[in-house]
């Protein structure tokens, strides 16, 4: 009997939970609806009011008066147009030369260039070691030396032996073997010759030249210190003389920039801009930066240094009679984009919606392609809260 009660209680609590929820559904339902019939009537009502504002400004003067709204006005005239990728870069130089060893390298025993010197394509900066490299020559001039002793007394023997031979003394065999003796001699001297040029280019090995002219920007090198070539630990040698910027450009412009594309290069800290064109473009996208290299020439200047950084403003988009407006002035509605324009109708000045079909967008300009010409008059300043037929008094100001 008790679990007969249990279960009536339960299915009782049941029914009445479901009743409440279908309630609660029912009572946000009816207020959802109400809703959206308020607001329509909202949208309606506003239309009627403007219109009425509308008609009653065409009939009444004294409410022509009252409703104009001041505005600053701007007739539209075609320009050129251009749209750039910003981007940032630095400056470079094309020649930045580390001064290297011609041999393996060695302890250095005299340095000749200090930070900041102007040094000359082929001076001497370093002095390497050349103790055992010298050595080496003064013993290979010595052998050298032996030899052409050994090969003057062996030529004069040839020519004993051949006079005796030619007057029928002595043998055919010792002719030859003084000639050949002669000949070993020749060719050993040609040897040691070749060998002491050897060690002299291996002595010019330890004197350290710049191979380029330019200005000494790093010296990092002591005497007695090793000296192999290392950037960290040698000469920098820089050539201001032909500059370049370098830049990296998103993988997602590939298809608008080419070898030749014209750039607008401004180097902030010293004021200054130049009108350039890329000249190299890397030929792989950056697995790091997803980009590509860009390098730019731009002219010799003794303000620029390597490193500066730089603006770099790359051309992708231009046309030389565009229709252009401020961009502040688009609006959006139901319909699409648009802009007010001062309509002239009859002896009044009245705003009107003029639907646009906008292009690029540069900094503060909006290119427009489609909804607006030449001559058209725009609202530039006093432009919100404008409605389609409201009446303007204005001060003109043509861009």
């Known amino acids: 009997m008790q679990s007969i009660i249990k279960i009536l209680f339960i299915s009782v609590l049941a029914v009445s939970l479901t009743a409440c929820g279908d309630t609660e559904k029912r009572v946000v339902k009816q207020k959802r609806e109400k809703l959206e019939k308020l607001k329509k009537e909202q949208a309606q009502t506003t239309i009627e009011i403007k219109k009425l504002e509308t008609e009653l400004a065409k009939l009444d003067p004294n409410v022509k008066e009252d409703r104009a709204k001041l505005v600053l006005l701007d007739t539209l005239k075609t320009i050129s147009f251009t749209h750039y990728i910003d981007l940032q870069g630095k400056v470079d130089a094309e020649n930045i030369s580390y001064v290297s060893p011609r041999g393996m390298g060695g302890q250095v025993r005299a340095v000749y260039v200090k930070k900041g010197d102007r040094v000359r394509k082929g001076q001497l900066l370093l002095k390497l070691d050349d103790a055992i490299v010298r050595q080496n020559i003064v ?93 960290m630990a040698g000469i920098k040698i820089v050539n201001t003389s032909r500059l370049k910027v370098i830049t990296d450009i998103p993988e997602n412009y590939i298809a608008k920039v080419a070898k030749g594309t014209a750039v607008v290069v401004s180097i902030p800290d010293i004021g200054k801009t130049f009108n350039s064109s890329i000249n190299v473009i890397s030929q792989s996208i950056s697995a790091a930066t997803r980009g590509f290299i860009a390098e730019i020439s731009i002219p010799a200047d003794k303000d620029l240094k390597p490193n500066l950084m730089a603006n770099v403003k790359i051309q992708d988009y231009a046309v030389t009679n565009a229709i252009v407006a401020p961009v502040n002035t688009l609006q959006n509605d139901e319909k699409g984009k648009f802009v007010m324009v001062a309509v002239k109708e009859g002896n009044k000045l009245v705003a009107r919606k003029r639907y646009i079909e906008v292009g690029e967008l540069y900094e503060d300009k909006l290119e427009v392609r489609n909804g607006l010409k030449a001559g058209d008059v725009i609202v530039k300043e006093g432009y919100q809260s404008l409605y389609d037929g409201q009446l303007l008094t204005t001060a003109a100001a043509n861009s």
């Open 139 to 231: 013993a290979a001039r010595q052998g050298m030396e032996a030899t052409k002793t050994q090969l003057t007394l062996a030529k004069s023997l040839y020519e004993r032996q051949k006079n005796l031979w030619e007057q029928n003394i002595g043998t055919e065999v010792q002719v030859l073997q003084a000639k050949t003796n002669v000949e070993a001699l020749q060719n050993n001297l040609r040897t040691q010759q070749e060998n002491v040029k050897a060690a002299v280019e291996q002595q010019n090995t330890t004197n350290v030249v710049s191979n380029v002219d330019g200005v000494a920007d790093e010296v990092n090198i002591h005497v007695g210190e090793t000296f192999t070539g290392a950037p």
